[in-house]
Structures are given as structure tokens and as C-alpha cells.
């Protein structure tokens, strides 16, 4: 299984404190040790960072971990791997253009019987369920919508129904961003926290490391965290049902 | 205009030494501050490093300098933009996936009249003359080639014929690689070296560096390097003329 984490944010801010909690799982105090990655989105461009090397060891996290990205979407995922080897192109988050737009998705879970998924418009590079999914999935919205609507929010709807059908197929955590909106989609293990004002303080589960975010943010900054697991001790995450769907655009919750 | 690297190798092989003297050109020995990326492939995956800061001053460009990723095909690129502002959508190199495999291309130059070049399948994500026409190009590749062909110099044949429709456009110095081959086209700027045994010692142009390839390579390592400019100063480099292309595999010429 693995673990992720994502970012939706009505202005450019950085992940280090989230993500400096992830990175832990991958291969100290979670089994997460068979790669990561991370893909940031600005303006209409993203930039991933991953490598197959456990992250908790890995120079370029230590890189991505000190250097304050600032984004408004952002996703995460550190990997241990089920299906397909441990490899770059096996390597999570992934990207495809759609209508001139960069689609990123992270997946956790395990499916099986996936053979039956067979996109044409768009090909796995590597060999994990976690990826054919995702071709398939924009094969289907491609379909569906040959060019780009003009409400978005649609796309990511249909998204989250094409969801129940790969989750019949098995464990099928994932989420999905085309830098506006962030898709949070439930099979078992998800929860998410809007941080807004009056902001308060929080410690990591998983390193010595406290924030306070009244110092970090301003007054009218709203920022959602989803992760598998909670990342802070002394916040209040919010646990998502089996089936469920989270769609938020700039922070705010819209769907 | 901008500024071209491209490596074709047959071990991984880094190329720390050839990317830290273009790196002095952006925007130190050379005026081409408008961001910089570079694309490693590693097996059937790649993974992209860029920025749109200029690379002299880049915190990844640093960490991409130290730390050796070895690959057997690499392209980079540093921008001085002309068309399409600075921002990360904008820079190179570009990566699209085509029948399950990453192609990645870089473009050096500037084209005219290119709103002919109206690709479908695949959309420019930023607004820069290059991205179109990478999208172009593969957009002609996939028409002639609706799936994998079992040889595909004849595809990076195609490609460079393709290229020269675009360079009576303008200037279209271009590197395009799956990972296996790497293409070089030339329309007025680019040379070329391949290192192979005995090796001997290299000085950089742009900085103060030199290295002693012998005791950094095997006795049977191939190692071609591409640049829009030599990069070294004692060794003998060769130009590419007007409409020439070069193909590459795995550090070999092969067409």
C-alpha cells in the first residue's frame, strides 16, 4: 500500500511541514520505502519531483523538504509497492495533457482484475494498476468531453462516478488535480483538514516538528490537507466514507 | 534564443560535468536567464528537473549539478525566452506520452507563421512557439504511425524530416529522445562530440573546471554529447550543417 497527501490552496503556499511528515513514512516510521514523488502546480505548468529511492533517505526530498514551493495544488504520494516493480516509471504521482491541460493523479490501494481496462487515447508507461487506472480514466473523460467544458466541475463529477467502478475492482484511494481543483476520492483510508482563520498551532505525527500557522499564513488564506493518515496530533482531520468524493477548488470544499 | 544539451550514452552516465558549464550560461557567461530544465530517462521512465529562475542562481539546478543521476539518454535546455512570457508551463523540455513511451524534445530557435501547425491529440499546455510544435510533430508521427513500430529509426527519420517543414518557419535547432534514441536536427546551431576510449582530459568553456574522463568511464563507454555550442576547449567538436540531422543510439551514430 501507500500513502498520500494532497493540497488545495487559495494562494501559492508551500508543503514542507506536511510533506516533511509524509517523507517519514517512506522508510522510518512507515514502510512506504519504495519510492515517491511529489508534482506542484503554478500557474498552468507543474513540476514533479520523484525518485525510487526511499524518501526518508532520499537527497532530492531532503531538496523538496527545505525549499519553499509555493503552489495552490499539490500532489503527493510515497510508494510501497504491490504491483509492478520499483522503478521511475512505476513511480506515482502520474501526469497526462488534456485539452492543453497537465492531469495529475496519485493512487493508493491495490486492484485486481483489471485486465478489462483497456485505454486507447492515453498508455501506461510503466506496468502498475495504479497508472492503467488512470489512462483509463481520462480515456473515459475524453470521450465524454472531446473538448474542454466549460464547467469543470462536471469533469471531476464524472470522475468521482467513474471511481465507484475501479473501486469494485478493489482498494482504490486517489486523487486527482488539473491544478484548480483537487479530486479526493475514498475507498477506505482518507481524511482532509481546512485550515483558515483564526489558525492555531499543530505538531506532526511523525517528526519532532511544531508549526504555527498564525505566523506562516494570512488572515484570509484557506488551505485543505488530504492524507491518508492524519499528519498532526492536535488537529481535528476529517475521516472520509467508503464511496465518498471531495472535490475542492482553491481550499474551499465545492462538491 | 536558447541554449541546447542533449546526451546519448550506452551505460548510465552522468553528465554533472557537460551541465555545469551550460548552467554558467544561464544568465552568468551567457544571457539565457528565462528558466532551465533537464529531462533523465531511467529505464522506460524519465524524470524532469526545471525552474523557470535562472540556472546560475537556481537551489535545484545546485542539487541537479551535485548530485549524479546516471542515464543513457538526457536533454536540457535554457531559455531565453522570445515567444511565451517566463513561467514553468513555458519551459523545456517537453514530455509527452506516445504509444506507452515518454518523448521528451527541447527546441532552440524561433519560428514565424506557425499558427498553421494546429496539432489535435496533443495541445500545447504553455503559449511558446516550441511546445506547438513539438505537439505538431507528434501529432504527425502518431497519424503515420498509429501504434508502435518495430523500428523506430525510421520514426526519428520521419521526425527529422517533419523538422524540416519547421525550419522554413524560422530557426528549429531541436533534440527529440524516447529514452533510447536521441535525434539532433540542426537548422543553424548545434555540434556534437562522441567520447569513447582512450579517453582523454576536457577543459569546461564556462567555468573553471576540468575533468579526466579515463578515470570516470569504463574502457568500453560510448558518450555522445550535444550542444547548441561546444562546451569544451580541447577537444574537437562537430558541426552540424543547415537541415542535418543526427540520430543517435545509445551513444552511437546510427543514421
Sequence with gaps: ??????????????????????????????????GWGITFYEGKGCRTFKDPEPSCRSEIAKLVKAYPIKSVSVISHIRQGNRGPVCLENTHPFTRELWGREITFAHNGQLSNYQDLQPEHYRPVGNTDSELAFCWL?????????????????????????????????????????????????SNNLQWITRRAPFGKATLIDADMMIDFQKETGPNDVVTVIATRPLTNDERWKKMQPGESALFKLGELVS
Tied chains: 1, 2.
Design 1 to 34: 500500500m501507500c500513502e498520500l497527501l494532497g493540497m488545495s490552496a487559495n494562494v501559492p503556499t508551500d508543503i514542507c511541514f506536511s510533506f516533511s511528515g509524509l517523507l517519514e513514512r517512506g522508510g522510518n516510521t512507515g514502510p512506504h520505502k519504495d
Design 138 to 186: 481520462l480515456d473515459k473523460i475524453r470521450q465524454k468531453y472531446p473538448s474542454c467544458p466549460s464547467n469543470m466541475t462536471d469533469v471531476f463529477r464524472y470522475a468521482a462516478k467513474l471511481s465507484q467502478t475501479l473501486r469494485e475492482k478493489g482498494v482504490f484511494n486517489m486523487l486527482l488535480t488539473d491544478g484548480v481543483y483537487v479530486l479526493a476520492y475514498c
